[in-house]
């Protein structure tokens, strides 16, 4: 028996960037259409651009995919592609099962409407019947949230009201296939996590999902496997951790990362402190670490991590730290041209990939001068770790000052996800911002 669900056969889909030309392809394609002549023509006409390049997939019942890719990448046209708001102009898409898709908030309801009589216009659109929505009617609502909103016309809803009800709507038609673009970020955290549930639980009962976010977290979380989309080409299908790796790598090749202040001082900055040497070169040579680093990492080939680890006092590698534990943060790398200036940094993420703490030589006023080949050094950060509770990434740089004024530095070494680790809840009372620092209270009565 075949269980496919969704197969997408090298598909692809041309916009024009041009309104007048637009008009005009379009008029073209319908009279040949008329004429029951074939209206997708294959080839790029003046103006027009793939979309969506020769992509190809396919996803058997109960499967979770995740699409991820920078802006403009063509995620929501393949989400369009496959709820058939669009038809493609090459390829072939074959859909098994009732589709449920959030795609754009407010598709699908008319503002004139209450939310419950959209309700019944949504749930029509999505296969179901009335019968259906009467019986599920009150648990769409409850999952909703939005109060008496629900008897008030949806041109009054805002964003995430509108996310809200059309979610709930989607879950709940309860259907073969859940199709979820970026439009979930509209909503608030604790509405975000919900969904992820409901998700889980769809999934758990057999529905195919397939779920775009750049809550790269999210994605790992919900998805098993993952495509990297860019410039509408599919550049990776793979496990979800393994593709979100890659999609690092891609906005690091193609932004220019900025570290002010790099180096202003040409270098006459305080000397490096000596780090321990003890194991130095056991902890040099981790073949571990190395391929772990490797289908993630970015690099020049001037210099390169041989190892990063997250250490408590003692020396020992630890991945669960406790709140305000001192740690070590220790990397060692090592040269493989000879450079006048070479720079190194971290900055530790949450597991949404929002970035909570940053360092790095330049703030620290520290800097290396006149690197060669074959050296290696053993960098210690040591801190005091008070983030709130969860799971952490650390991120590491070796960079290169390539324009002091402008303060754009060239990557020897970016590796994503160096380190992973997870924070202790606080004894006592919680945190509920990312970091604490201490304060001076005051208090005088008047």
């Not at 056969?9 to 029951?36: E, P, Q």
């Not at 209450?114 to 179901?128: C, D, P, Q, S």
């Not at 590698?317 to 040269?335: C, G, H, K, P």
């Not at 994503?416 to 201490?438: D, S, T």
């Amino acid at each position: 028996m075949n269980d496919t669900i969704i197969k997408v056969d090298n598909v692809s889909k041309k916009y024009c960037r041009s309104i007048k030309h637009t008009m005009l392809y379009g008029a073209t394609d319908l009279t040949r259409s008329f004429l029951g002549l074939n209206q997708r023509t294959e080839r790029l006409r003046d103006g027009e651009f793939w979309a969506v390049d020769d992509v190809s997939f396919e996803l058997k019942k109960g499967e979770t995919l995740g699409i991820i890719g920078p802006n403009g990448s063509g995620k929501s046209t393949m989400l369009k592609l496959l709820n058939g708001i669009f038809m493609p102009d090459k390829g072939k898409i074959e859909i098994n099962g009732r589709v449920g898709a959030l795609i754009e908030v407010g598709a699908g309801f008319h503002p004139m409407l209450t939310g419950r009589e959209n309700i019944y216009v949504n749930g029509a659109i999505l296969g179901m019947s009335k019968k259906e929505v009467d019986k599920r009617f009150e648990e769409i609502v409850e999952f909703a949230d939005i109060g008496d909103f629900i008897d008030s016309p949806v041109k009054h809803y805002s964003s995430g009201m509108y996310v809200r009800l059309g979610f709930s709507i989607a879950a709940h038609a309860e259907p073969h296939i859940l199709l979820v673009d970026e439009v979930l970020a509209v909503g608030d955290m604790f509405f975000q996590s919900k969904c992820i549930v409901k998700m889980k639980d769809m999934i758990d009962k057999g529905a195919t999902l397939l779920f775009i976010s750049h809550n790269t977290g999210a994605v790992k979380s919900v998805c098993k496997k993952s495509i990297l989309l860019n410039k509408g080409k599919l550049i990776d299908y793979d496990k979800s951790d393994k593709v979100v790796a890659k999609y690092f790598s891609l906005k690091v090749q193609s932004e220019q990362y900025v570290i002010k202040d790099v180096a202003k001082n040409n270098g006459n900055s305080e000397p490096l402190p000596e780090s321990s040497k003890k194991g130095g070169e056991i902890f040099i040579n981790n073949a571990e670490f190395q391929k772990r680093a490797s289908f993630q990492r970015v690099q020049n080939g001037k210099a390169s991590f041989a190892n990063v680890q997250l250490l408590d006092e003692n020396g020992n590698e630890i991945q669960s730290v406790e709140y305000e534990q001192n740690v070590i943060l220790r990397m060692a790398f090592e040269i493989h041209e000879d450079m006048d200036l070479l720079g190194c940094g971290y900055h530790i993420r949450d597991k949404n990939g929002v970035a909570v703490v940053h360092s790095g030589f330049n703030i620290e006023n520290k800097i290396l001068n006149s690197v060669k080949k074959g050296e290696k050094y053993l960098i210690d950060w040591r801190y005091r770790m008070s983030l709130m509770h969860g799971q952490y990434n650390i991120a590491c740089i070796i960079s290169i000052p390539i324009d002091i004024e402008s303060a754009k530095v060239d990557y020897c070494d970016f590796i994503p996800l160096a380190v992973l680790f997870e924070m202790q809840p606080r004894k006592g009372a919680q945190l509920y911002g990312f970091i604490h620092w201490e304060n001076e209270v005051v208090i005088e009565k008047i």
